[in-house]
């Protein structure tokens, strides 16, 4: 599984940054997969199945934990909706944008 997140200046999942948080790989749904490639601020983003964006860059109510069956991984299928784009590591959200 990939380690770090694709969202540009996020340090998450990076050796220098011990916090830990969960990863999401892009989905599957060509569609989707697109539409959240469009709303990362990164020229040159390659997608592909290692991409991943942390758990940052989704407010905490789009994040499914707990499952009914009580198994499963964490997951989410909205689209991202704080990222960072700016150096100063503040967060913006895309409505903003």
Known sequence: MPS?????FCTSGYKSNPEKVSLFQFPKNEILREKWGKSIPRANLVVNSKTVICEKHFTPDQIVRTWESGSGASKVT????YLMFKHSGSFNSTSDM
């Open 78 to 81: 909205v689209l991202p909706s």
């Open 4 to 8: 770090s997140c694709c969202v540009l």
